[in-house]
């Protein structure tokens, strides 16, 4: 049984940054894939980025290549991202999640944190 908390979600101006955090409790955090997804109000959940459990690879979607950056640490059992140059568009609220893949789709992961909100203002 695993844990999820996101953390670092805020109110920016268009063109700013924040740096998600999200900290897992219990299971095998050093042995599992990891994932951010989104959802905006009144839409479904979409995929942001994910990352193997060593590092090794991450994989973004294309709406946040290039302004995105996912990483972790498995000392600390956690993991982040980090949000540049942020449009409107980002506003969403943003989940980190288990896989049980390395994987860009959403049911290839079981656990979920309860997510954190981001808005971006223009």
């Known amino acids: 049984q695993v844990q999820l908390v996101e953390s670092g979600g805020g109110l920016v101006q268009a063109g700013g940054s924040l740096r998600l955090s999200c900290v897992a409790s219990?299971?095998?955090?050093?042995?599992?894939?990891m994932g951010w997804f989104r959802q905006a109000l009144g839409m479904e959940r979409e995929f942001v980025a994910a990352?193997?459990?060593?590092?090794?690879?991450?994989y973004y979607a294309s709406s946040a290549k290039g302004r995105f950056t996912i990483s972790r640490d498995n000392a600390k059992n956690t993991m982040s991202l980090q949000l540049n140059s942020l449009e409107p568009e980002d506003t969403a609220v943003y989940y980190c999640a288990r896989g049980k893949k390395f994987s860009d789709v959403e049911a290839d992961y079981d656990a979920w944190g309860q997510g954190t909100q981001v808005t971006v203002s223009s």
């Open positions: 219990g299971g095998t955090f050093n042995r599992d894939p």
């Open positions: 990352i193997t459990h060593s590092s090794d690879y991450s």
